[in-house]
């Protein structure tokens, strides 16, 4: 693949920063601890000082080469807090002094929220950094699987964490939460008891699973658990207004509506982001993990390497393309414009690589035509007959791929050699 500048470009606009390698909770669908990769042994626990500079050089790099305004760091772990506060006063102030005026850093930090205080707080005021805390709903929800290494739940630790973030007059703007679906909640129940946190925004995100390891579906609940489970809190979140931002709706919006997709998830955009391991370690999305061990490690490191690198693997480029690479049958599908296949990692199978359609397929088909109805009854008559667009019901969509079913078997060298 030829490298371009332009919106085509292949490039990286958002690292995913992995400081520490360990984690003070072990919840039990954890891709790095949980799902079958075990690499984070041989990881330092943090990243020292030296991989820290090279890699806001590597950026630095990238960045005149591509010529990138807005650059977005994501502090990650493992639990990021446990790195200690000046490790985040030198990152900040060397990737200032490296990167302004021509490029301006952004700054976010996903921690698990039970080590927070009013210090915290203050710091992360003080540095910019954009604060998102995981939480995965009601106590008794969130104690099923986001528990310690003991097999304690963590609800009482973390929304001691969001009470003091959600006081603080420091903090940029109120955390947002990361949630993990857990599809045996009351999705109003969550609903609600998000609304009472009154977040800036929330992540849902559908649980890490592919056709080798699926995801739950407890008997009880329907075909299409996850998108029933999105769909009701759609419709409370879509008729209240939006009282705060949920980021897989938002983008599925903007995408139906031709407004652009921004998700690093769904959608036929480039996915330009990339991870840093404690050791400088250059490696496509984490949640790649769970399609076997050490499956990321893509043998680039930014202390010898420069970004662009990660897209001469097959690997990297595979992620930053996966919304046009995808198998024969989701190119036949008819939101394959605002799905984009699916999340990589969803796809995989060990008989097959990446040559399939999302394993939460239908689910996806389920959520979109529902958005997509919803948003189309909204508008006036006249207005939606000038778009020129039709009502397609999950039904009809099912039925146009269930007459596709042939192209499942369509062989795909490229998405195979991925194959155990
Ligand atoms: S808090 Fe995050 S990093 Fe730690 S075990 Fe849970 S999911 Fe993994
Ligand atoms: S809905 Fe299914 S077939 Fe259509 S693009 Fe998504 S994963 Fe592929």
Known sequence: MKKV???NATKCALLVLKIASRCNLNCTYCYMYNLGDNTYRNQPKV????????????????????????????????????????FFKKFVSKANDLLLPETTPIFSIQTNGTLLDDKW???????????????????????????????????TDIIRGIKVAMKSDKLLNPPGLLSVINIKSNPAEVYNHFLEINPHNVDFLIPDANYDSPPLKPDYLSETPYADWLIEIFDLWFKEKKPFGVNIFESLVAAILGKGDQSDVLGGANKELLVIETNGG??????????????TKIGINVLENELDEAFD???GL????????????????????????????HRYSKVNGFNNPSIYCKDLVKLITHIQNKL?????????LETGASMLTFEKAMSIMDSNRHLLLVEDEELEEFAK
């Open 5 to 7: 500048n332009g919106a």
């Open 47 to 86: 990243m020292s000082d030296n991989v820290v500079t090279a890699l806001i050089r590597k950026v630095k790099n990238h960045c005149i080469t591509h010529d990138i305004k807005v650059f977005d760091f994501n502090f990650h772990g493992g639990e990021p807090l446990l790195v200690g506060m000046d």
């Open 121 to 155: 707080c203050e710091l992360f005021g003080e540095l910019n950094i954009h604060l998102g805390i995981s939480l995965d709903g009601t106590p008794e929800i969130n104690d099923m699987y986001r528990i310690d290494h003991a097999g304690r739940g963590s609800y």
């Open 282 to 295: 250059i490696e496509p999305v984490g949640q790649l993990k769970i399609c076997k061990n050490g499956f």
């Open 313 to 315: 693997n097959d690997l």
């Open 318 to 345: 595979l992620f930053h393309l996966s919304g046009q690479k995808t198998c024969q049958y989701c190119k036949a599908c008819p939101i394959l414009n605002i799905c984009g296949g699916g999340y990589l990692p």
């Open 376 to 384: 189309f009854s909204a508008l006036p008559e006249a207005l939606f």
